[in-house]
């Protein structure tokens, strides 16, 4: 799951990159670039999504970091989607919004990883503790 993350992340920093240039340059081509880098986005957080509404739906306990990452996860996405929708509109109409959705979708990403990760530390913790406290007992 957060190897679909690590693949979102970089994806969304290319399109906020390049909505950057754009703004910068206004060369047309920086416009499709994130289009096609939002999109591709779009696919892996997507599919993490999946699996996080998976593990929540499967999860003892429904709420704490399982839930809070499904949700960030889930902003994520559906700002993600309404950024592809900004980028589809003609080029000159992008800006300046598709750079201001750009900034909040990669944001939110990173916070998505984040709690992924320290979603599956925590597990790895756990998983420890329980070898440790009974190998001890």
Same mark, same amino acid.
């Given at each position: 799951? !957060? #190897?679909?993350?690590? %693949? &979102?992340?970089p994806?969304?920093?290319?399109?906020l990159? &390049?909505? #950057?240039?754009?703004?910068n340059?206004y060369q #047309?081509?920086? &416009?499709?670039? *994130?289009?096609?880098l939002?999109?591709?986005?779009?696919?892996?957080s997507?599919?993490?999504l999946?699996?996080?509404?998976?593990?929540l739906?499967?999860?003892?306990?429904k @709420?704490?970091?399982?839930?809070?990452?499904?949700?960030?996860?889930? *902003?994520?996405?559906?700002?993600g989607? #309404?950024?592809?929708f900004q =980028?589809a509109?003609?080029?000159?109409a992008v800006?300046?919004g %598709?750079?201001?959705?750009?900034?909040?979708v990669?944001i939110?990403?990173?916070i998505?990883a984040w709690?992924?990760?320290?979603?599956?530390?925590?597990?790895?913790?756990? @998983? !420890?503790?329980?070898? =440790?406290?009974g190998g001890?007992q």
């Amino acid at each position: 799951m !957060t #190897i679909l993350l690590a %693949g &979102s992340v970089p994806l969304f920093l290319g399109a906020l990159l &390049s909505d #950057i240039a754009y703004h910068n340059t206004y060369q #047309i081509q920086w &416009s499709n670039f *994130a289009s096609w880098l939002i999109a591709g986005g779009e696919l892996f957080s997507g599919l993490a999504l999946l699996f996080a509404l998976v593990n929540l739906l499967r999860a003892r306990r429904k @709420a704490g970091p399982v839930l809070m990452y499904f949700v960030v996860l889930l *902003a994520t996405w559906v700002l993600g989607l #309404i950024n592809a929708f900004q =980028h589809a509109k003609d080029a000159w109409a992008v800006m300046p919004g %598709g750079l201001i959705l750009s900034i909040v979708v990669f944001i939110l990403v990173c916070i998505s990883a984040w709690f992924g990760l320290a979603a599956r530390a925590d597990v790895r913790v756990d @998983a !420890t503790n329980r070898v =440790h406290t009974g190998g001890i007992q």
